[in-house]
């Protein structure tokens, strides 16, 4: 299979995972409120968001690294909302 294609394959599912945390990010932000975000659900999500990043930097795999960079900084900005505001 062609490199090329397999990286932009990567670099599009990377994309829109991390774009889908978003919303609840700037929904949480905007309202003020995480009450319907789960702390046990951010914690883990994050511990492998933690270990992806690492993956990805031990195999040079910059889809993974840039993605997992992003979206834990997303999901560490949901989760230090939902300790904030309950």
């Known amino acids: 299979m062609n490199p090329i294609f397999v990286d932009l394959l990567g670099y599009l599912a990377a994309t829109l995972t991390t774009v889908a945390f978003v919303p609840q990010a700037w929904l949480t932000w905007k309202t003020r409120s995480a009450h319907g975000v789960s702390l046990g659900m951010y ?44």
Not at 45 to 68: E, H, R
């Open 43 to 86: 914690s883990v999500f994050i511990c492998g968001i933690v270990a992806w990043l690492v993956y990805g930097l031990l195999i040079g795999a910059w889809p993974v690294v840039i993605a997992n960079a992003i979206t834990l900084l997303l999901a560490a900005f949901i989760l230090s909302m939902k300790l904030r505001f309950g």
